[in-house]
Structures are given as structure tokens and as C-alpha cells.
């Protein structure tokens, strides 16, 4: 297993935010297909709830999308009230993806990141 | 035959000139034309609604003139019909001052139509709507409505496209609508074809956001890169009878059109993606497939619709008092301590004052957008003391006294505070809060209709 390597999400997938009320849904979506299995088993709704948390998330929700070899999580109050009642400056939680990117890690092959990667 | 439907605008702020080579480019194709402006959110009604209330004839979006400016005639001259949520909260209002925009651009001939009837309070009594369950949102019982929209769906939009218009200005429909109703019009797609309308309501998910699905709000640089975004090009949908889509963009422009711009507008405020849920169909996208048909070209097919619901979502708006904001910057060597004393200052006199409301007092350099109000995070990580680091303080309050007095203490800062602070910055702005309600569809859609206005 000397091939795999242990490396934020923000080197193997993308996603955006998106926000309706005071819910957020971020799409995941590999840049490498093979990485999408690691994903699906890696990146649990309960490692995401754990990431919001502090913001008062209180359920997460995953859908997975295997045609499009994406995934959509759906967070519950993870913007802190959103644009009613948030005092963040980002009250649409549109940075959102990116914190999901960066602070969960994820352990795939080598060969998921794609090449060239500042990562590598 | 194929129909071609560009957009020139994702939101209201949107680039006002990128619609000119979206209409450059629809002008080369044969087939029925069109251009949408998506310019409404939630918000944007609300307000809009309040100008109507001092300014009857206002109301409309403020982006009305700017955008059709720019393409009103060349659109006119090649035939490409607009189709646009323009009309806000005054579609009427919007379609006389699209006339008038006519005259002065030596725009002949020019036809425009309006939806009518998404405005609850027209036939709604304010008391009857507020006890309505809420589903989403701020409670909004005993609150001052000042905007109840529902969501009407394609089909009126496809009525007003058979009065043979060149405009159409529409208020709150799905913004879907703007893509569904012209299809449902060209095409005669029926009530109960859920999977065309299944087609059709992805088609304008794709599209409705304009750039966001050709490279903009996509761009990672070194990650996801994106040529020329400084000359994004909006999208064009070319959609068959059949249903199938190509995703594609604007002649000469920047910008991309692949598999990832794709996926990533197609779950875009998703949530669950087997039951989108619109007036006209519920869409189910969990078994569309994306194929690369050329460069910048991306042909979407495979989505299921199932019936829709019974209801109508209703966005009701109330008064949401004053959100006020202020900041301080510290740089150089100890910043982080000055900026950190600065907070703990600010709270402390806020709270000997008395403020009932959550102030957050946060530092911008330290992770902050991320954290919560208590700034939990910050504390438990070990920053640079050297750097910079900007204060920010936000509260909301119904007293437009108090959101002064927080920004206030933020200034005063300047000579009673930490060394070094400059760059004070401060915003009051009046908010409107919104919850969303549930609304059987047979009144609401018996009010709905499309009509003529003349010049």
C-alpha cells in the first residue's frame, strides 16, 4: 500500500456551496473517477456533521450521485440562521466548500491526484 | 429543429455586457431564439416591493434598464425573444419602462407581455398569509409582511410567448420557468411529460445561473483553471424536441464548458437530487449522463420527472430590522495581540451598555469566516502574533440606535484602543427577513395569467 497517501480533499475533488434558508447543500465531486470509491467510503455524513458542528449543524444528509461520480451533502443549520439571522460575513455559507476541502482528509492512491498537483 | 436559449444575466449584479455576445451568437443560429436575465432573489422582491409601496410605478428591478439596454435592439433585429424575471415586483411597471427604452433606442415595433399573479397580497388579506405553517425561515406571525410570492411555474410564461411578443417580463416564477416556458411553447410539451419537463426544468437549472456553469464561480487556479475570465462567456443551451441538451457558450468569449462546470451548477442548491421540486414537475437527476460532444460542448440527457406537488412555495417577507457591521485593522509585529485586545475591549463596554442582542466580534485573518459567534476556533489555534488581522463587529437589532452605538464603539477605537488600529469601515443596512410557506396551487394558479402591454 506504499502507493497511498493521505491528503486534503482539496487535492483530489471539488464542489461548490449552495444555500437555500438555513440550509447548505456542498456537491464533492472527483477530479479522478477511481478516487470516488475512497470518497463514498471515506467521507461520511457524520465526519461532515463533525466539521460544522461548532456552527451549530445538527444533521447531514449524503446523496450520492454515481453517474456523475459526485456526492451532495445536505447540512442542516450549518449557517448560523442563515441570511435572516447570520453575523457571519458570509451569510450564504458559500466558503463552506472550501473548509470541507481543506480540513477533511482523505487517504487514496497516488494515482487519484491528478498529475502535476502541487500536492504531489 | 432545436431550440437555442443564452442567458445574460445569473443574478442581479451580474456583468451587464455579457449578454452582447450571447445575442452576437444566437444571431448565426436558425431556430427559435432566446435570451433569459435571472435577476430575483429573495431578498431582491422584498425590496422591491417596499419602492413599489413609496413609488408605484417602480418596483420593477433596477436592472431592467441596463441590461436590455445593451441588447434590446441587436435582439430585436435577429429576432431572439427575452424572456426575464425583470419585472420583480412590478411587471407592469418593468413592461412601460421597456417601451419607453424602446423609443429611445429607435426600437421599433417592439411587443412586450407580462405574467401577472405571483403577488399574494393582491388577493391575500397580510393576517390570512401570516398564519400560514411556515417550512422554512423565520417565524412570521404577528411580523409586518411587506412581500408574499409564490413560485408560479412554466407554464405561464409559455402562455405569454403565444401573444407573439418579443419581451417577456415576469415577476417570482421558478427560475427554471424561463427556460421551461419557452421550450413548453416551441414544442407543445404536455402536462404530463414529465421527463421533456424533466429536461426542460434542468435545461434552465443549467443556465439560470449564467456564467456559473461555463467557468465562473468555478476557477481554482493551478486546480480548475479557466482562460479568459475576464471575458466569460454566458451559456447557451441548445435543447431537441426530444429533450436532449447541449451545454455550450458564446462565440469568442472565455470561459469553459466541461464535465465539472457541469456537475458542479447541475448541484447547485440541490438538496435532494432524486426530487427537485417545482411547479411543474419534480425533478429527478440521479441517472443524467454527461458526454464531451465537442469542445466547450457538454450534451445532458437521462433526466426523470415525476409529478409535482400540490402546493406552491410562497416566499413571505417581513421587516428584519438593521444589520450593522464594523471594522478595525492591526498589522505588523504583535498584530494579533492588539487585534485581540481590541475585541475584548468592544465586549466589554457592548456588554456593560446593555446590548441584548448576539454581537460577534471576530478576527478576520484568523480563520473567522469559518468559526462560529463565540470565535471557539480562534482561541483553541496558535496564530502568528505578527501579521494582519482585521477586528469586524456585527450585531442585528430592530433599533437602528443600537446598530449605530456597536459601530461606534468599533470607531472610537481609534484613540482610546490598541496602538496602531486604522481602516476603520462600517455598513448599517436595513434587512428583511424571510420564511417559506406552503400554499394550495389551484387559487394561486387560478389568479395566474399572462397579457399585452402596449406601448
Known sequence: ?120 | MTVYIGSGAGFAGDRLDAGVPVVETLKTRDGPRYLIFEVMGERTLAIAQRIRMRKPELGYSPYLEPYLRNVLKAAKEAGVTIVANLGNANPLGGAKRTHELAKELGVEGLRVAVVLGDDLLAFMGPDDIASLPTIEGVSIDGKEIVAANAYLGARPVAEALKLGVDVVLVGRTTDAALVLGPLIHEYGWGEEDWNLLAQGTLAGHLLECGGQVTGGYFCDPGFKDVPGMDELGFPIGEIAADGTIVITKADNTGGLVNRATVTEQMLYEVHDPSAYLTPDVSLDITEVTLEEVGKDRIRVTGAKGNPPPDTLKVTVSADGGWLAESEMIYAGPNALARARLAADVVRSRVGKHGVEEPVRIEIIGTGAVYDNDASDRERQKNMPMDGEYRLRAAIRTLDKATAQYVNDEVLSLFCSGPAGGGGYRCNISGQVNTASVLVPRGPVEAQSRAEEVKP
Open chain 1, 1 to 120: 500500500m506504499s502507493d497511498m497517501i493521505t491528503l486534503p480533499l482539496h487535492a483530489v475533488a471539488h464542489g461548490r456551496t449552495g444555500d437555500k434558508g438555513n440550509r447548505a447543500n456542498i456537491s464533492l465531486i472527483p477530479y479522478v473517477a477511481d478516487a470516488y470509491p475512497h470518497l463514498l467510503e471515506q467521507v461520511t455524513p457524520e465526519r461532515v456533521l463533525e466539521l460544522f458542528r461548532h456552527k451549530g449543524a445538527t444533521d447531514v444528509k449524503r446523496y450520492d450521485l454515481p453517474n456523475l461520480t459526485a456526492m451532495n451533502f445536505v447540512i442542516d443549520n450549518a449557517l448560523e440562521g442563515g441570511v435572516n439571522s447570520a453575523l457571519s460575513q458570509d451569510l450564504h455559507g458559500k466558503t463552506l466548500s472550501f473548509m470541507l476541502l481543506g480540513e477533511v482528509e482523505v487517504t487514496v492512491p497516488k494515482s487519484c491526484v491528478p498529475a502535476g498537483s502541487r500536492y504531489l
